[in-house]
């Protein structure tokens, strides 16, 4: 954060100080903290009410270090304190006051944002990477995106800071909007309109909409990075006033400004191409990251450092070179179950329809030179509307097609959770058993194991048995985050070590 003082504080949020007889001598703040245990000299609290903690009852606990404190009614502690209506927004503000301030200093300063229903937190990795071979790269820890996660990155902005990318999620209409209003884009990077949050959206012409709201921020020597393979956002550029548009993809190579020409993918699914620009510009990429669909992630990246002056070169040398991106995302570990060793594959920071077939897809083309065993573990995808009961259908169908086990992960406490996991169940079920009876399928050896998880210590003896009877065995994770596979995801990587 740029450093700021408390009338400047006061101005942003439109905040009441009272207290004022416990300022501290230097009254100036330096970085921001929802969370007490975070608080370090010059840090500005911020009490924010969650779902399990309301940060007002830690007012007391920053009090010994905070410059001060935020709070939407005074506490019964020792600390100046700077009442507001609303914490979140005046956070929101917090974090438009630091942007400006960078903005208005005599030095480089670029924003990128990124939107899509898949792959944001992956492309924000890949830009950041690229970014940081020409200067300091503010980015999000992990995946903070909405109206609390990009304000504190937003906030970690200081005047050293050459670019910030910012990760954007909306599961609403209008919040986009509204972040790009705290932190207005220089460079915005579309992905993909999926059907994520289709239950709140109400349609995908309205999800369509809310992902093209980041556009229409940008001002006219902006830049636009559209998927061109994606219908709904190839012909976004006449929703934005941006004069510079680049277009990326697979298909049709030669009509866009950055495509991937002769892809392949090694035994662990890491995909290798030729990046190729408009201009003639090319150069040879080879992912450490699994799964071919990150092609396009990488392609979104490499459209937004080269619209910045990076070259071909560099940007391959920069991608070739990630070997790690945030946790949960097709990172892979070993473990031994019984004293016989488990690949895993661990994705299982959130799902929607589209992320678990791309993550399936990979699964499918995992080959380490043996036959190799797969196994997937699947819990329910939240938000998907009117749809859900289908969408969880297809992708047991899918699962069960292309696996040769699937195990269904369900909760004990949360009943829809639970409902969805036995809709995948019943459905990968029923696909192998219109497989038995098939004259066309011969060899039951190759049918999927189906198997129903009540929770997941049930899915951990689950793979635990799959180990002990099969070699081999690959394990893809992947559900929602609320579905705990995060949980067994961290345990067995503790195992591991």
């Known amino acids: 954060m740029i450093s ?3 009338r400047e504080i006061l101005g942003a949020t439109g905040g009441r100080l009272v207290r004022t007889d416990l300022l501290k001598e230097s009254s100036c703040a330096t ?9 370090v000299p010059g840090s500005l609290f911020v009490a924010i009410k969650g779902e399990r903690a309301d940060g007002h009852d830690f007012v007391r606990q920053a009090a010994s270090t905070a410059v001060a404190a935020v709070v939407d009614h005074q506490v019964e502690a020792d600390i100046a304190q700077i009442v507001v209506p609303d914490t979140v927004v005046a956070l929101g503000r917090l974090a438009r006051m630091n942007i400006e301030k960078r903005r208005a200093m005599e030095k480089d300063f670029t924003v990128a944002a990124v939107t899509g229903s898949a792959g944001k937190t992956t492309t924000k990795d890949l830009l950041s990477e690229i970014l940081r071979a020409k200067g300091s790269v503010v980015s999000p820890e992990g995946s903070f995106n909405n109206e609390i996660g990009l304000p504190l990155t937003a906030l970690r902005v200081d005047e050293n800071t050459r670019y910030f990318v910012a990760e954007a999620g909306a599961s609403a209409v209008g919040e986009l909007t509204y972040l790009a209003s705290l932190v207005r884009p220089d460079i915005v990077i579309e992905l993909k309109v999926g059907v994520a949050h289709l239950g709140v959206f109400g349609s995908s012409e309205r999800l369509r909409a809310a992902k093209a709201e980041l556009l229409h921020a940008l001002p006219a020597d902006g830049t636009a990075i559209l998927n061109a393979d994606d219908p709904n956002i190839a012909n976004m550029d006449v929703e934005c006033a941006a004069e510079n548009i680049m277009k990326f993809g697979i298909e049709n190579p030669d009509s866009l400004d950055c495509a991937a020409e002769n892809i392949e993918t090694d035994e662990f699914d890491r995909a290798s191409f030729d990046l190729k620009f408009a201009d003639g510009q090319r150069a040879r990429i080879s992912l450490n990251i699994s799964g071919a669909h990150n092609v396009m992630n990488a392609l979104s990246a490499a459209s937004a450092a080269y619209s910045l002056g990076f070259d071909a070169k560099l940007i391959a040398s920069k ?3 990630m070997q790690k991106i945030s946790p949960h995302r097709m990172a892979v570990f070993a473990m031994e179950k019984n004293g016989k060793k488990v690949t895993v594959i661990d994705d299982s920071f959130n ?3 589209d992320s678990v077939k791309c993550a399936l897809q990979s699964l499918e083309k995992w080959d380490r030179g043996n036959a190799v065993f797969r196994t997937a573990v699947l819990s329910a995808m939240l938000e998907l509307g009117e749809s859900e009961n289908e969408l969880h259908e297809q992708i ?5 097609q292309i696996c040769d086990a699937v195990i269904l992960v369900g909760s004990r406490s949360d009943g829809d959770t639970d409902r969805l996991a036995k ?12 497989a038995v009876e098939s004259s066309a399928s011969q060899d039951s050896n190759r049918l999927a194991r189906v198997i129903f998880a009540a929770d997941i ?3 951990d003896k689950a793979v635990e048995r799959l180990a002990c009877e099969n070699d081999n065995v690959t394990v893809l994770l992947k559900g929602s985050h609320a579905s705990g596979l995060g949980v067994l995801a961290e345990r067995w990587e503790e195992q591991s070590r």
């Open 457 to 459: 210590d049930e899915a």
């Open 31 to 39: 970085s921001v903290a929802i969370d007490s245990r975070k608080i």
């Open 396 to 400: 047991g169908e899918f699962a069960s």
């Open 423 to 434: 809709v995948m169940h019943k459905s990968a079920e029923r696909t192998v058993e219109r």
């Open 319 to 321: 991608l070739s070179g």
């Open 351 to 353: 799902a929607n329809p």
């Open 4 to 6: 700021a003082d408390i």
